[in-house]
């Protein structure tokens, strides 16, 4: 059974960091893309990170760029998003998710194959 399973919400000051994990198993996501997409309250669901789990080029919104980063451990089987300089608009649930087509799909939303089922990030002003 493939699970995404999120971990490291939480609430944190503006300008302060989070780091969030996503422990992938049930499968090898050789050639998947992986990544990160967030749901503020009263808003559609929002594209945040990704990378290629084999090849480790990245993309970002670009509400995030500059202040987010996107890593995974093959080894270990997790993906993390580094997340610094929050600000009260990052406040979200943040899922992991996977994809065996592609990025542009990904971003889209309509390729993806797994969602976790998130984690929730509150940041104060």
């Known amino acids: 059974q493939v699970q995404l399973e999120e971990s490291g919400g939480g609430l944190v000051q503006a300008g302060g960091s989070l780091r969030l994990s996503c422990a992938a198993s049930?499968?090898?996501?050789?050639?998947?893309?992986m990544g990160w997409f967030r749901q503020a309250p009263g808003k559609e669901r929002e594209f945040v990170a990704a990378?290629?789990?084999?090849?480790?080029?990245?993309r970002y919104a670009d509400s995030v760029k500059g202040r987010f980063t996107v890593s995974r451990d093959i080894a270990k089987g997790m993906v993390y998003l580094q997340m610094n300089s929050l600000k009260p608009e990052d406040t979200a649930v943040y899922y992991c998710a996977a994809d065996r087509d592609s990025v542009a799909t990904f971003i889209r939303q309509n390729g993806v194959d797994y969602w976790g089922k998130g984690t929730l990030v509150t940041v104060s002003s």
């Open positions: 990378m290629s789990w084999s090849g480790g080029s990245t």
């Open positions: 049930g499968r090898t996501f050789s050639g998947y893309i």
